[in-house]
């Protein structure tokens, strides 16, 4: 049997047990009213997987047999719990602090591979990191509906994971933001107020994450507050998906500035129960380019960003809530961490897939005493994430935080270059910071692939998400290339950075990649009808994904003909086939991203797919 997370200490024993159509499922009458909600979420397993459904009791002596016991104790630590597994009866006793629902959730586990007829185990379990997290990007394209957030909570509480966080630059209702969010759909504070509650119901902490100090482009682009921007000028540029994530940093030699980002950190904290709010401060790249050069040339770069950081976790602090900030900046100069809040949490990224702990050890040896390690389910920039490279960061990076003690795990999904990716196809890569932080034991690749596949898909060749890892790999030309030569041409005019971007691309690749993603498809339409019904739209996604691959290989070999004189132009009808493909596809997309997201930067998207199908026509005109 499949177990994800692995337990600490699981032992079988003999015989069965069987969950009758007549079980019940028996609540302690001591304790805490919140085992209910636990106990809802077993009874609806036990009848998705059997067709009956288990009453639910709460009664000092339980009467009966082939019954199920939930009892919660203060004697365990945070969330730990044993599950005992006999042929008489089944029970689970867990801490105050999750340990019921971490029963619950390895029951179910059990339930789904088995059935009514369970064999008899007892385990003993405990989280071998206290904080398990993931970040979700709620700003660079996608703006995900309230129902797909809700989805992700109960995927991330199924998976033991107790932290979820989104990023949000101006994807937030803020009241007197008016002209941040005017052309855009963003959440509301009725949103956030719902999805706290739901997620405080599943063991989730939902933590306020927000930019506020770089990554603020479509703040500092306002006529309102365009003053504010570290590089004079920015907001009149273009957009550009390269540009957005490389400029627009606050001005912190003003003091609105300090005001402004006081001011929305303090409408976003209200909205949330968890003590703790990212307060992000990463990549703000301009700092000292722009307004504060004088600045920085007197005290440095890294000090007067230190400086400004301080101020805002010091308000943070101040509010009552424990603040965190990404390490990218800090960890460029170490030696002056001292300079920061003693309390600040330090959330230390790297997403290489060879990454070495020399980073995190040089800011813990810089007095960091509150990291977490935040590696990356590899999915920003491209159609389908890159699974082989997640495994080899998050494993890495999840060993090296058991190493040093770290306070958690935090695995990130950014949506970079417009988020183009369906949010489901990170979680291969959730299942692996999900298990590698539970438990310090890290699986091989090809176990835990084999695991996900049967488990999580219901696979039972355990070949699905190799797969996968072999279809994301078939990228000619990807998708963050594209864009870059779509704004070479369009917004620089310059022939000879998308000619140096398209060299980049091997050639010949294009023709190959598209035979191996037709074989790999083959693969994944005879598992259509047979993985779990509840993930079967996720290998639609899988292959719609695969065709707006092969769309976009194909567009190689025309822009190498047209900016490289590689080969000969295209005929007519060619170039006109070519465009109607890529306008079919963006449909058929259109349809699959309004499943799970809002509207929200959809069209700029769409703009890349029809400019390309514009330029396809024009070539032989």
Known sequence: ??????????????GTFTIHYDSRIFLD??????????????????ETQTGFRPAICRRHQPVGSHLIYLTASPELSREAYTLAVTPENITICGSLKSGVLYGVQTLRQMIRQAGAVLPTVLISDTPAMENRGFYHDATRGRVPTLSYLKQLADTLSFYKINQLQLYIEHSYLFDDLTEMWRDDTPLTAEDILELDRYCKGLGIDLV???????????????????????????????FSFYDRQAHHTLDITNP??????????SEYMQLFSSKYFNLCADETFDLGKGASRALAEEKGTTVIYTEFVTELANYITESGRTPMFWSDVISQEPEVYHLLPKNLICLHWDYASNVSSERLTRLANSGAEHLYVCPGVQGWNQLINKYHEAYENISRMARYGHECHAMGLLNTDWGDYGHINHPDFSRIGMIYGAAFSWNADILPEEEINRQISVFEFGDASGKLVSVLDLLCHQDAYPWRTAV????????????????????????GDADAANASIDALCAVLYEKAGTVRPENRPMIYAYLLAADGLKVLNRLLPFLRA???????????????????????????????WRTVSKESELYRIAHVFCWYADLLRDLNA
């Open 1 to 14: 049997m499949i177990f994800l997370p692995q337990p600490s200490s699981l032992s079988y024993g003999e």
């Open 562 to 592: 047209s900016l490289l004189s590689e080969g000969t132009l295209p005929e007519k009808e060619d170039c006109f086939a070519l465009a109607g493909d890529l306008e079919r596809w963006l449909h058929s997309y259109k349809e699959l």
């Open 29 to 46: 009458s001591e304790s805490p009213a919140e085992l209910f909600s636990a106990a809802q979420l077993l009874q609806q397993e036990i």
């Open 208 to 238: 306020p994450s927000l930019a506020s100090f770089g990554h603020l482009y479509k703040l500092l682009c306002t006529k309102s507050y365009a003053h504010l921007c570290e590089l004079e000028g920015s907001a009149s540029a273009p």
């Open 484 to 507: 870059m030569v779509q704004e070479a041409l369009e917004l620089h005019q310059d022939k000879e950075e998308a000619a140096e971007l398209l060299r980049s691309c091997a050639e």
């Open 256 to 265: 609105e500035s300090l005001s402004l980002a006081k001011h929305i950190l």
